[in-house]
């Protein structure tokens, strides 16, 4: 698939970029893999990977590394759940504009770029999502700085794809909820999936779940997501968007029920609705990645949450 190749992927010591690290590396093909992580280390090693510790806010930082590569994926960001999202909302518009621009400045040959964006961009909406809605209207309120992060990351890799000079071919992912093995399970900024079976398999009586359970998302597995990211990679364009998610949703109350019934544990359960909560509904269509990339989720939700449940039971006292 991609042998005898170079990839430089930021944000590698984090959920998304340590799973595209595992699967490149089990591709068992002659690549060549720099890698930049900043504060957490990175959790693969391996002779193919060379790691670079980097603050990707400051300019020029890449520019050593950033020479006779083929692929560029770009991770890196500031991430959290709903509380890092109500409380630090800025940093999640200035980290994002800032490692987007300073990375994309430093590139110099290069045969596709690859940037992770997020359903966060879309506006509040009770039907399916298509990628053309992405800057319509505002990002859901409680998503504004984030959801203007990641537009303003697209706008920079649309100057780099639509320049008159040296363009670059660029793919842009947008996601919603993954979920799988290396995601974060810390109890401060966790997302909903990696926080309920952390509280069910630390067996928490009463089962505490924020917002009602009724809000209505789409979850995808990681493994899922890879396959997504190394199609729109392999894609040649100068610029295309896709949403990358599972095309099916589920209510929190269910996701709980199902991570519940596999760990054989049946709490109190009860609703916090003093917490931070996200967006009520949300849901994003994958048409266009299913008809250009052949796309197509392989990993059903109770499969994606057993085989999670079985990584984080046998790696938690590491973590």
Known sequence: MFEGKSFFITGAAGFVGTNIIQRLLALNEDLKII?????KLPRIYHPK??????????????????????YLIMTAGYVGGASHI???????????????LNVLASVQTLKKALFLSSSMVYPES???LQETDGFRGEPFHKYFSGGWGKRIGEIICKQYAYRTKNPLKM????????????????????????SLIKKAVHKKDPFEIWGTGTENKDFLYIDDLIDGIFLALLKDSPLEIYNIASGQN??????????????????????????PSTIPFRSISIKKATKELGFSPKTSLQKGISN?????KNNFHKL
């Open 35 to 39: 890698a930049t992580y900043h504060h």
């Open 49 to 70: 990977i060379t790691y670079i510790q980097l603050d990707l806010r400051i300019p020029h930082a890449c520019d050593p590394y950033l020479k006779n590569i083929d």
């Open 86 to 100: 109500q409380n630090f909302p800025e940093q999640f518009l200035t980290d994002s504009t800032l490692i987007t």
């Open 126 to 128: 009770e039907f399916p």
């Open 171 to 194: 793919s842009i992912i947008r996601i919603d909820n993954i979920y799988g093995p290396f995601d974060n399970f810390s109890t401060n900024s966790s997302h909903v999936v990696a």
């Open 250 to 275: 589920t209510s929190i109350n269910n996701l709980a029920k199902i991570i519940l019934n596999e760990c054989h544990f049946y709490p109190k359960i009860i609703y916090n609705q003093n917490k």
């Open 308 to 312: 999670t449940l079985y990584w984080y």
